[in-house]
C-alpha cells in the first residue's frame, strides 16, 4: 500500500484533536497542517502538493466555512479522506460521507447515513437509520435516537438529545443540552426541554 500524507487544514484546537485521532488510526505516514491565516506560516497547499500530500480533512468547526474550505481542497486537487478514531464504533452497514471525522468512542449504529464534511464529535451517538446531512456538526454527547433525520449545516450544541423519528431542517441550529421531540424547521435556533424555537434565521 503506498504512502498516505494527510493535510488537516486549520490550525485550532479542534485540528489538535483531529491530529490526535490520526495519529491514533496508525494509517498516515505523514501528517501536515495548513492554515488560511498567513501568520500562521503554515505551508500553501501547492506545496503540500508537490511534498506528496493527497488527501485533506478539513479542521474548522464553523459549518459554512468548513464547507467553503472543503470546496476550496477539492479544487485544488487534494481528495478528502475519512477518519474514524479507534475507539468509536461504526456499524459495517452504515455510511460515512467523504470529508467527515468522527472522533473517540463515538456510536453510528446500523444503517446510519452520515454525509460529506461532517464532525461526529467525542462520544456523540447516532442510532440505527439515522441519516445526516453534509457539513453538520454533532457536538460532544449528542445523542440521535433512530430514525432521526438531520439536515445540511445544522450544528447540535453539546449533550443535545433528538428523539426517534425526529427530524431537524437545514442550518438550524440546537442549544446544548435541548431535546428535540419532533421536528425542528430550517433556519431556526432552537434550545430547551423540549426545544423550542428561539430564533428565526440562523
Given at each position: 500500500m503506498g504512502m498516505r500524507r494527510l493535510v488537516i487544514w486549520g490550525c485550532?484546537?479542534?485540528?489538535?484533536?483531529?491530529?490526535?485521532?490520526?495519529?491514533?488510526?496508525?494509517?498516515?505516514?505523514?501528517?501536515?497542517f495548513h492554515d488560511d491565516d498567513p501568520a500562521t506560516a503554515t505551508p500553501s497547499v501547492s506545496q503540500l502538493r508537490d511534498a506528496g500530500f493527497e488527501e485533506f480533512i478539513i479542521a474548522i468547526g464553523v459549518n459554512s466555512v468548513r464547507a467553503l474550505r472543503f470546496e476550496e481542497a477539492l479544487q485544488s486537487g487534494l481528495r478528502p479522506a475519512v477518519c474514524v478514531h479507534p475507539?468509536?464504533?461504526?456499524?459495517?452497514?452504515?455510511?460515512?460521507?467523504?470529508?467527515?471525522?468522527?472522533?473517540?468512542?463515538?456510536?453510528?449504529?446500523?444503517?446510519?447515513r452520515i454525509g460529506k464534511n461532517c464532525i461526529i464529535n467525542t462520544a456523540a451517538i447516532i442510532e440505527h437509520d439515522c441519516v445526516i446531512g453534509d457539513h453538520t456538526h454533532l457536538s460532544p454527547s449528542v445523542a440521535l435516537g433512530g430514525t432521526v433525520s438531520v439536515g445540511e449545516y445544522v450544528h447540535m450544541g453539546i449533550g443535545a438529545i433528538a428523539i426517534p423519528g425526529s427530524r431537524i431542517g437545514d442550518r438550524s441550529v440546537i442549544g446544548a443540552g435541548a431535546v428535540v421531540l419532533r421536528e425542528i424547521p430550517a433556519d431556526v435556533t432552537a434550545v430547551g426541554v423540549p426545544a423550542r424555537i428561539l430564533v428565526k434565521g440562523t
Open positions: 485550532g484546537g479542534h485540528a489538535r484533536v483531529i491530529l490526535d485521532a490520526a495519529v491514533a488510526m496508525n494509517v498516515f505516514d505523514q501528517t501536515a475507539t468509536a464504533w461504526i456499524s459495517p452497514s452504515a455510511s460515512i460521507g467523504a470529508g467527515t471525522i468522527v472522533m473517540a468512542r463515538a456510536v453510528v449504529q446500523a444503517n446510519a
